[in-house]
């Protein structure tokens, strides 16, 4: 059986195109933010292996950040990969909003409901309060047909907020 780093590194290849070392990067930083509960680069810094010095791991961390985009659909294939699920889907749309001091997060969500939990798969940022539009809806829908195919669709649920024929 694979070790953990190991088999994540190889669920990640499938999913997110970098480079050896970027992806081993990626499995360093993942593994230590959930280990150390913490995105301080710092603590991460210090969890790499081998002999190179901690001020050398955290500018590495620095580069890859600089460097590397990593946007929101590299992530749903992972997790739909990491958790095993196998279409076809049943997926929620729902949005949700949130404070952060004198900020106001507003999200609409699409998740792949499965019999104990609904996993975030894909998610947009409203940059305005209150609902989301036809357009921005069938926007989300459409990065996840995009991801996983039209056919991976076995229904999708969402609440009478999300109103309009389209």
Known sequence: MPLLPDALAATLARCVGLSNARR?????????????RTVNL??????????????SNYRRLQRFFQH????????AKALVALL????????????TNWKVGCKDINLLVL?????????PV?????????????????????????????????????DREFFGNQ
């Open 24 to 36: 081993q990067t990626l499995v360093v930083v993942i593994l230590r933010m959930i280990s150390a």
């Open 42 to 55: 710092s603590h991460l810094a210090a969890a790499f292996c081998g002999p190179a010095k901690l001020t």
């Open 68 to 75: 590397v985009q990593l946007d929101g659909d590299w992530l």
């Open 84 to 95: 095993g699920l196998a279409p076809p889907y049943r997926l929620c749309l729902d949005r």
């Open 111 to 119: 998740c792949i409901a499965t019999r104990p939990v609904r996993i």
């Open 122 to 158: 894909l998610w947009d940022i409203l940059d305005h309060g209150g609902s989301s539009t036809i357009a921005q809806r069938k926007a989300l829908i459409e990065r996840f047909m995009a991801l996983f195919g039209r056919s991976s669709i076995k229904l999708l649920l969402s």
